[in-house]
């Protein structure tokens, strides 16, 4: 028999690779002659480049660029030598988790002026994810693979692009500095110094978001409070967007501003695709593309997937069912493992796991149900008992 393992990571327990060896474990116990294979799985989001990394057998780059204020942060992504392709996500050189006191998702209720000693969404930077690109570049590197989640920045990619050697500069020939307080002050921007190795890049963006980079939609508007936008600051920062879009059309003849995720990351999903030729693709997809998951399925005889919870939510696009349709294709039953599952994981059932097990095996704490040695086993465990079943 063969059997495929794509299991998502278990956040703060187990990795996505950790959860698939666990499971390996306790299908060999009950069918010591199956064929099982274990490959990495994540949605595009937090944990991708890890996953990915470990699971194509690349290893982890660190490298110090500047952090979303400016200042030197270390940053990490991952390097497959072999095929030359680096796996990145720009939070990790401009993340909203750098940025002292905010979480993801958090209002700051009161923001920043330009002139602030502390972190500005007018002089956030997206600079070190560019230097992270240029140390890829340094080695080798022609494919990128780059999750654009949880920025700390609203500065249209500007950043990045600097870094890549794109100058902007005001209508006085001077540069305009870094951060949503420059988006105004461009009045031409010179491709020609960029660099040359740009050109035989591929780059692969994860981006599940679909907003505009311009308007009630889009970057500012939507994403930026959480960043530190006061309500005041939205329609100047975005008039200051749409100049730069302008610039932008004029300089390269084609206008990506209401492109579908053109507003990610603040305006780097704009960036990507503007300059840089790059592709949005929804996270999961480019994940499961990646990692060539679809060759693996078409003779599996059983698929195992999973996450920490199963629930509604999970069958709206998350990595399992993500999974599962791709198994689909192919007739192949799916099963899913969660270390918990609510109710509204009845809903996976239709989106194409068959059948799903929680992997508690007894009473106890969140904590000892997250310790990663206990849930390794509680996963290995059921597994067993699932496939001597089977």
Not at 190 to 197: F, L, Q, T, V
Not at 219 to 237: C, H, L, M, R, S
């Amino acid at each position: 028999m063969k059997i495929v393992i794509a299991i998502d990571s278990m956040k703060g327990s187990l990795s996505s690779m950790d959860g698939g060896m666990a499971v390996k474990e306790g299908i060999l116990r009950a069918m010591p002659d199956a064929q099982v294979t274990v490959m990495p799985l994540a949605d595009g989001g937090e944990g991708t480049t890890e996953a990915l990394t470990r699971g194509l057998g690349g290893r982890q780059i660190s490298v110090t660029v500047a952090g979303p204020d400016g200042a030197p942060v270390t940053a990490s992504y991952g390097y497959l030598e072999k095929s030359r392709t680096a796996i990145m996500e720009m939070a990790a050189a401009a993340g909203i988790t750098l940025v002292p006191g905010i979480q993801p998702g958090q209002i700051r209720q009161n923001a920043e002026s330009a002139n602030s000693a502390e972190y500005s969404v007018m002089r956030a930077t997206t600079r070190g994810v560019g230097e992270m690109i240029l140390d890829a570049l340094n080695r080798g590197c022609k494919t990128f693979l780059i999750g654009i989640g949880g920025s700390a920045t609203n500065d249209g990619g500007v950043g990045i692009l600097k870094a890549l050697g794109f100058r902007f500069t005001d209508d006085h020939g001077q540069d305009v500095g870094e951060g949503a307080q420059a988006l105004g002050k461009i009045c031409r921007i010179e491709c020609c110094s960029a660099d040359p190795r740009l050109s035989g890049c591929r780059f692969r963006i994860a981006c599940d978001v679909e907003n505009p980079l311009c308007g009630p939609k889009g970057a500012t508007y939507i994403f930026g409070p959480q960043k530190g936008v006061a309500e005041d600051q939205k329609e100047p920062i975005d008039r200051d967007m749409s100049h730069f879009a302008d610039v932008t059309a004029m300089t390269l003849n084609k206008d990506c501003r209401d492109a579908a995720g053109a507003g990610a990351a603040g305006g780097l999903g704009f960036a990507f695709l503007s300059y840089l030729k790059g592709e949005l693709t929804p996270g999961i997809d480019l994940v499961l593309d990646a990692v060539g998951l679809e060759k693996k399925l078409a003779d599996a005889d059983i698929v195992v997937t999973g996450e920490g919870r199963l629930d509604a939510q999970t069958a709206m696009g998350k990595a399992p069912v993500g999974v599962a349709r791709l198994a689909k294709r192919y007739g192949t039953k799916v099963i899913a493992f969660a270390g918990s599952v609510t109710s509204g994981a009845r809903a996976c059932n239709k989106a194409g796991i068959d059948a799903y097990f929680p992997i508690l095996r007894s009473i106890c704490t969140l904590e000892d149900a997250m310790n990663p040695e206990q849930a390794r086993q509680n996963l290995a465990d059921t597994a067993e008992q699932v496939f001597r079943l089977l």
